[in-house]
């Protein structure tokens, strides 16, 4: 079946540091690849998004490329900032299929 | 962009009370959902509302624990029944909207503590 798998938190890093999440995938044909995040007491926004292999979602300086021969999306930025402490959740979803699949979730703090 | 809410945003019940949870949204949608977020985990799909007619549950959800009603485009409600500590959780809805396959909006959630 379909499902998400991505790196266990939490991860803590300071300031203007390089963050990457992992997140790869097991799915049958070509789902959508979705990064959603989830501020403290809120619901989840989506951050970013792709359809296709090769496709590059971003957005608020956040990116994620659909890798089809990896099976993988992980999420990058190049300067986090305090403001980005979040949990990030990884999601699949394929077409005309009500099921979208949610991986774990991964807690990020950022220290100034 | 389009607004999605939910009332309550939280609440504290006592055991075998029941909490209707409504989800509004201020344009048409395709398709309404219903996921539980148990403390500190991912989502779980609990239903899918479809208006008109029954919801669609998933294995391990069923109608008289979680009746979930969708008398139009954009207004769902979701009522956890009979309710025991273990139900406490986030309940979130989220929406399509026409167009947009595939991706799925969320409402902020409701924060239910069940004593």
């Known amino acids: 079946g379909n499902s998400v798998t991505q790196m266990e938190g939490p991860v803590t890093l300071s300031e203007e540091a390089f963050l990457t999440i992992n997140c790869t995938y097991t799915?049958?044909?070509?789902?959508?690849l979705f990064w959603y995040v989830q501020y403290p007491g809120e619901g989840l926004q989506l951050l970013l998004k792709?359809?296709?292999?090769?496709d590059k979602g971003s957005n608020k300086g956040f990116e994620a490329t659909y890798r089809k021969e990896t099976t993988s999306f992980h999420l990058e930025k190049g300067s986090v900032q305090v403001s980005d402490s979040a949990v990030y959740f990884c999601?699949?979803?394929?077409?005309?299929?009500?099921?979208?699949?949610f991986g774990a979730g991964t807690r990020l703090t950022v220290k100034p | 962009s389009a607004v999605i809410s939910q009332k309550p945003s939280r609440d504290i019940c006592q055991r075998g009370t029941s909490l209707t949870i409504q989800c509004q949204v201020d344009?048409?949608?395709?398709?309404m959902f219903w996921y539980r977020q148990q403390p500190g985990q991912s989502l779980t799909l609990i239903a899918t509302?479809?208006?008109?007619?029954?919801?669609?549950?998933e294995s391990g959800f069923v109608i008289d624990k979680f009746p979930i009603s969708r008398p139009n485009l954009t207004f769902s409600t979701l009522t956890v029944s009979n309710m025991s500590p273990e139900d406490s959780s986030i309940y979130l809805c989220?929406?399509?909207?026409?167009?947009?396959?595939?991706?799925?909006?969320f409402g902020p959630g409701t924060r239910l503590l069940v004593l």
């Open positions: 792709a359809t296709k292999a090769d």
């Open positions: 989220s929406v399509r909207f026409p167009g947009v396959q595939e991706t799925q909006y």
């Open positions: 344009s048409q949608v395709t398709m």
């Open positions: 509302a479809n208006q008109g007619s029954e919801a669609t549950y």
């Open positions: 999601a699949l979803s394929r077409y005309n299929n009500n099921d979208m699949r």
């Open positions: 799915a049958t044909g070509y789902p959508s």
